[in-house]
């Protein structure tokens, strides 16, 4: 029994079904993927890791998201004035805060500009690793408002500030050397308003936060 006939797919003339070439035109009757068999291989080792991925990243993404989820509670944690929170190089203590018209002495002062107020702040760093830290990388800390805003310090009442308490032995240039801790002392100018109602907090470069009202 002759095999089933089948159109060329160049000529049209009639061929046996399943030959390579047509005998007439020389037309290669096979697909692309029959021609290309290596092609069709690295396009098929392609889509399963493609797949692979897709499959198994959405795993990734959501441990990624819950671990990220997780040390963001962590980091936000808020301590209150007084509490000592160790982190992996340091202990941070914020000793005393306060709310100033002005600082300063008779000699040296500093007032708050019309409609703001001077929050004063003492805090320790402590070293508690085994390495010395740099002055540039010893923890600062920035006075963050309820809305997530951050003011840095006002340089001129930080600086009469430290004259006026006589605490301030912080590092400018040397390292803190383990096991030394030292007094720092900021002040923030802000709206005397907001600050009356709002809720603030110091927030360190070590991602320390402590409530201060």
């Not at 808020?78 to 000793?95: A, R, S």
């Not at 107020?117 to 085994?130: F, G, L, P």
Request: a positive charge; charged letters at 30%; hydrophobic letters at 35%.
């Amino acid at each position: 029994m002759a095999g089933k006939l089948v159109p060329c797919k160049a000529c049209g003339q009639e061929i046996a079904k399943g030959v390579k070439k047509c005998p007439n035109c020389g037309k290669d009757q096979r697909n692309f993927f029959m021609r290309h068999k290596i092609i069709t291989f690295i396009l098929a080792v392609v889509v399963i890791i493609i797949i692979g991925n897709v499959i198994g990243g959405g795993g990734d993404s959501e441990a990624t998201s819950k671990t990220s989820s997780s040390s963001k509670a962590e980091t936000e944690k808020t301590y209150n004035i007084g509490d000592t929170v160790k982190t992996e190089k340091t202990e941070v203590t914020v000793t005393k805060v306060e709310d100033r018209d002005s600082v300063g002495t008779q000699y040296i002062e500093k007032k708050a500009s019309d409609g703001g107020t001077i929050v004063a702040v003492q805090y320790t760093i402590k070293n508690v690793s085994k390495k010395p830290i740099s002055s540039f990388s010893i923890p600062t800390a920035k006075l963050v408002d309820g809305d997530g805003t951050s003011y840095d310090s006002d340089i001129d009442a930080s600086s009469t500030y430290a004259t006026e308490t006589k605490v301030d032995n912080s590092k400018i240039l040397s390292d803190l050397n383990p096991n030394i801790k030292v007094t720092d002392v900021k002040a923030f100018e802000v709206d005397k308003e907001a600050y009356a109602k709002g809720t603030w907090k110091l927030k360190f470069s070590n991602d320390v936060i402590v409530k201060i009202k």
